[in-house]
């Protein structure tokens, strides 16, 4: 069994009458790449900074490396890295000198430092912007920046907040992979976003959030298999007959549709040959069949059942 590196007990945290954090329980294992995905104030932010002992909290234990995690621990916050949601550099320094000014707050030695900082520039592909001011920088290149001097001191846990938001799509890829090569270099990692296809790319295991809660967690295939709707189908047919629309809802496995727009909607819950078996009972109708899609649960369909709610994909 691997060790446990962060244990989290019923932590509570209010903002005066917000309940921002309500009970929130974790436990995560070294070598994980942990999600925690939730929308927008759903508390992901604030229980990173409890985390971190950088905000006070009502109630609840937090343990990191099976120690108690308090402001003054500075043996564990050694061994842990951050890549804040809000960028934090300093204007004023180069981007060589950034990372060395974040590295040099745990490495004292000189020799051992550059050779830190420099794999952290190239691990982010910095290399051509070393003499770059962050107000010359792109916002993808600034996020890589704020990753590099996160991770430069080589911690064994490293927590990326919403790294992703607001960057072109080469630089998050480069951001993905470059916190798998993390992982696989021995970090255990922790990454929150509300993006789903995010998670479901590199985390090993995940915890949903909603509203300070933890609604449900385990390995993206855990989550998936207790969802209701295994399978949903999308057909293009015009002029659907309102008898066909019934005798679709009595097919094996359907227990949802819609049409709308000319567009049918057939929701299953398990089942293996449902496409095959509703286009032949369209066709059967000599209706015109245009185009056709299969979709498996994503993690939005685990969100939509438990919440009602769509797990925005976009800002
Ligand atoms: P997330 O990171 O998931 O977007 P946050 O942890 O930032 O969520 O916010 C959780 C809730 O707490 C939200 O309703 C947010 O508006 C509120 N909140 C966050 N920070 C503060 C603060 N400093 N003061 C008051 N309310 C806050
Ligand atoms: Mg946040």
């Known amino acids: 069994m691997a060790q446990t590196v962060v244990k989290i007990d019923k932590l509570v945290k209010r903002y005066k009458e917000l ?30 900074n409890c985390l971190l ?7 609840g234990e937090i343990q990191i490396f099976g120690r108690d995690m308090k402001p003054t621990a500075y043996d564990i916050k050694k061994d842990i890295g951050v890549v804040m949601q809000n960028v934090a550099v300093v204007d004023q320094l180069t981007v060589y000198e950034n990372i060395d000014y974040f590295c040099g707050l745990y490495i004292k030695d000189k020799a051992e430092r550059k050779k830190a900082v420099d ?6 592909g910095l290399e051509d912007f070393v003499k770059f001011k962050p107000k010359k920088l792109s916002g993808g290149l600034l996020r890589r920046l704020n990753i590099a001097c ?22 998050r890829n480069k951001i993905l992979e470059g916190i798998i090569d993390l992982n696989k270099a021995g ?16 985390c090993t295991r995940l915890a949903v959030m909603d ?13 998936k298999s207790n969802v209701k709707c295994s399978e949903t189908v999308k057909v293009e047919v015009r002029a659907l007959d309102d008898e066909t629309y019934e005798e ?19 929701k299953y819950t398990g089942g293996k040959h449902n496409v095959v078996r509703l286009l032949n009972t369209l066709q059967n109708k000599g209706l ?6 299969s979709e498996q649960p994503t993690l939005n369909t685990v969100f939509l059942e438990l919440t009602g709610k769509e797990l925005r994909d976009k800002d």
Do not use: C, W
């Open 19 to 48: 309940l921002a954090v309500d009970h929130l329980s974790l436990e995560i294992f070294e070598g994980e790449v942990f999600g925690l995905l939730g929308p927008n104030g759903s508390g992901k932010t604030t229980t990173i």
């Open 248 to 266: 679709v809802g009595q097919l094996d496995h359907v227990f949802e549709k819609a049409y709308d727009n000319g567009e049918l909607t057939v």
């Open 187 to 202: 970090a255990t990692v922790i990454y929150t976003s509300h993006y789903m296809e995010e998670v479901e790319q590199i």
């Open 211 to 223: 509203k300070g809660r933890v609604i449900a967690s385990g390995t993206i295939d855990e989550l």
């Open 53 to 59: 002992s950088l905000l006070s909290y009502d109630k």
């Open 150 to 171: 996160g991770i430069a001191h080589k911690p064994k846990l490293i927590i990326f907040d919403e790294p992703t938001v607001a960057v072109d799509p080469q630089s």
């Open 119 to 124: 794999e952290a520039i190239a691990f982010t």
């Open 288 to 293: 015109h069949i245009g185009r056709v899609s």
